[in-house]
T-cell receptor
Framework: GEDVEQSLFLSVREGDSSVINCTYTDSSSTYLYWYKQEPGAGLQLLTYIFSNMDMKQDQRLTVLLNKKDKHLSLRIADTQTGDSAIYFCAENDTGGGNKLTFGTGTQLKVEL | DVKVTQSSRYLVKRTGEKVFLECVQD?????MFWYRQDPGLGLRLIYF???????EKGDIPEGYSVSREKKERFSLILESASTNQTSMYLC?????????????FGEGSWLTVV
């Protein structure tokens, strides 16, 4: 089955760039996603990338996709304290339907 | 904006009780999902539904059942709650088509079984 892996923690200083990494196993995934979860809340879609793209940029967010290595990353430029959250990557389940397989989540802590 | 509403944010139930977690979405989405979230394990799919009265098992269906009598409502049922079902439960919905078939989440229901 599909497997999505992330490191559990990342700590950065305010103003620096954050890079959150993810590896996945299903090479036939059509879309890959990044979700953000703030404390006590549900998941909010940040961005997604179609599998035939290498890069997608949206304001402070840059998503890079390396299909050969099955590696996805999310870069947050000029990281702010409000970016502190858990970030999940996810891939769609090509086995049928619109299911997503999520990674374990990366807790991002932004320090002053 | 899409809204997925989980009626109970925090619940405390006793072992053996029957528990209902309710979820309603207002965007006429065909697909609905129940996940549970545990530290270090991420989100795991319990059940999902593609249509009214239709349900499919996810990765961890044991100890749970679901009901979808109306398109907008998807209920998760714990027939006999156990302490290992203490967790955060997340409901989600998505359209069948659309850019990325984006999945939208509710705010979550924190369930403690004592």
């Amino acid at each position: 089955g599909e497997d999505v892996e992330q490191s559990l923690f990342l700590s950065v200083r305010e103003g620096d760039s954050s890079v959150i990494n993810c590896t996945y196993t299903d090479s036939s995934s059509t879309y890959l996603y990044w979700y953000k979860q703030e404390p006590g809340a549900g998941l909010q879609l940040l961005t997604y990338i179609f599998s035939n793209m290498d890069m997608k940029q949206d304001q402070r967010l840059t998503v890079l996709l390396n299909k050969k290595d099955k590696h996805l990353s999310l870069r947050i430029a000029d990281t702010q304290t409000g970016d502190s959250a858990i970030y999940f990557c996810a891939e769609n389940d090509t086995g049928g339907g619109n299911k997503l397989t999520f990674g374990t989540g990366t807790q991002l802590k932004v320090e002053l | 904006d899409v809204k997925v509403t989980q009626s109970s944010r925090y619940l405390v139930k006793r072992t053996g009780e029957k528990v209902f977690l309710e979820c309603v979405q207002d965007m006429d989405h065909e697909n609905m999902f129940w996940y549970r979230q545990d530290p270090g394990l991420g989100l795991r799919l319990i059940y999902f539904s593609y249509d009214v009265k239709m349900k499919e098992k996810g990765d961890i269906p044991e100890g749970y059942s679901v009901s979808r009598e109306k398109k907008e409502r998807f209920s998760l049922i714990l027939e006999s709650a156990s302490t290992n079902q203490t967790s955060m439960y997340l409901c989600a919905s998505s359209p069948t088509s659309g850019p990325g078939n984006t999945i939208y989440f509710g705010e979550g229901s924190w369930l403690t079984v004592v």
